[in-house]
């Protein structure tokens, strides 16, 4: 089992719906969640992070997280075709080391 | 400010040469990570300084040498790759270790890296 665990995708979304991404991870003791979107070529960009159960908004961007269920999720509302990138989960395991999930490419079409 | 600045943006090395890529912040953060990134791949952990220490070392091969020389400055020496070492190689820094208060990491823009 992958410590994080993401549908690989691709998502494709009309522009203007609300795209919903992901995540599963396997540590119980985790602590942070993060995640971030990368465009191709590029390095990866932190676009939100939560540590407490429950919803936490910035923007057209909503985290999730269920600790009890090991599942983070992200939700872009008002999805934009520059959106369009792979969105990366992340989580710091008990080590201290911050895994990252495989990513899930996301499609915005105008 | 949230910059990591990483240095050479590209290098093309050959198997035999030595290289060392460049990291730095002023962000006065106390952790700093080595990743590498193949296509289509997530960025995979090389190796964690924590305050200044290396505190995480994962299983790297001894072609690649960590150094921090000090709380702003990240290297990472090259010597003897193989060409399967082509990668984008990301440096990312935090306020605190993953652990702590702060963890969130901020990325440089990566060097990419071709050994030929």
């Known amino acids: 089992q992958k410590e994080v665990e993401q549908n690989s995708g691709p998502l494709s979304v009309p522009e203007g719906a609300i795209a919903s991404l992901n995540c599963t991870y396997s540590?119980?003791?985790?602590?942070?969640f993060f995640w971030y979107r990368q465009y191709s070529g590029k390095s990866p960009e932190l676009i939100m992070f939560i540590y407490s159960n429950g919803d936490k908004e910035d923007g057209r961007f909503t985290a999730q997280l269920n600790k009890a269920s090991q599942y983070v999720s992200l939700l872009i509302r008002d999805s934009q075709p520059s959106d369009s990138a792979t969105y990366l989960c992340?989580?710091?395991?008990?080590?201290?080391?911050?895994?990252f999930g495989q990513g899930t490419e996301l499609s915005v079409k105008p | 400010d949230t910059e990591v600045t990483q240095t050479p943006k590209h290098l093309v090395m050959g198997m035999t040469n030595k290289k060392s890529l460049k990291c730095e912040q002023h962000m006065g953060h106390r952790a700093m990570y080595w990743y590498k990134q193949k296509a289509k791949k997530p960025p995979e952990l090389m190796f964690v300084?924590?305050?200044?220490?290396?505190?995480i070392n994962e299983s790297v091969p001894s072609r690649f040498s960590p150094e921090c020389p000090n709380s702003s400055l990240l290297n990472l020496h090259l010597h003897a790759l193989q060409p399967e070492d082509s990668a984008l190689y990301l440096c990312?820094?935090?306020?605190?270790?993953?652990?702590?208060?702060?963890?969130?990491?901020?990325f440089g823009q990566g060097t990419r890296l071709t050994v030929v």
């Open positions: 300084y924590s305050y200044e220490k290396l505190s």
């Open positions: 540590d119980r003791g985790s602590q942070s």
């Open positions: 990312a820094s935090s306020l605190g270790p993953g652990t702590l208060l702060n963890p969130e990491a901020f």
């Open positions: 992340a989580v710091y395991n008990q080590g201290g080391k911050l895994i």
